[in-house]
């Protein structure tokens, strides 16, 4: 009988440890649970091999950042007090939280380009100062193609930018194609006060209409012109709705044409600075 009650306090002794071990194995699986719910929801909208490659990462490192803690919890709760336990896990979270504020910033980031679709791979985008298509879509950067750079314009220079994640909510975001394929553009001529002004205006729909007709179809938004006046004559503006990334090439074929049908009229003339005496007759 001696020997049975001793057995049993003895095995009480070891209750509050296996009552931790069970805790901490329900809290983990459950965690587990809850995590392969959100990698499922973040498989289901990304698109790449690289941005799924991203969410199994993402899963995996979250599953062992939560069991560290929870066996730093556990242990803590066994040997300590729960006071002690709150300033550890305090002082830890702060030091943890400073010391890795750009990566997590990064990856929330990340999250929210999954979930919120401000914009995919292939978008043209503005992200505060830097212009590109998107290329790439990672735990901790964007890549972009970057448009402009050394040549100023709408084309591609050939070189990649690397965008830092975290930038991302204290940045300004314009997306060129969000909404579709095509943006507005403009091209603008400067013809004399002397000049046949209807004439002009019908040059300028006529030339956007001959490179653009295509893209009319499928937008269903037709040139119009704007006009303005200027020092040296008036400011003519066509502007027409053409593909994002082919602006640069459609507003050099329609400039050409313009300047083409111009020269081929006599009363139609392009203004630029310049000095010109004009005698006229004292009445």
Known sequence: MVGILGLINGLEAYVPILRTIIIVVIVFIVLSLVISLIK???LKRV?????????????????????FILIFTAFSSYFGSWA???????????????????????????IMIVTKRPFDIGDRVIIGSVRGDVSDITLTHIYLKEVG?????????????????SILFEQNIINYTQQDEFILDQVVVSVTYESDLDKAIKIALESAKKHINEFIKV?????????????SGIGVHVRYYSPAKRIQEFSSLITKEIFDEINKEKDVEIAYPHTEVVFREKK
């Open 40 to 42: 499922k929801g973040l």
């Open 47 to 67: 698109k790449t091999k690289r941005q799924i490659s991203n969410v199994e990462i993402f899963s995996s490192i979250i599953k062992v950042i939560f069991f």
């Open 84 to 110: 002690g336990l709150g300033i550890g896990l305090g002082l830890f979270s702060a030091a943890l939280g400073w010391a890795l504020q750009k990566p997590i910033t990064g990856i929330a980031a990340w």
């Open 219 to 231: 937008t269903g938004q037709e040139p119009y012109v704007r006009t303005y006046f200027q020092p």
């Open 149 to 165: 750079g050394i040549v100023a314009g709408e084309e591609n220079s050939g070189r990649i930018i690397m965008v830092p994640n």
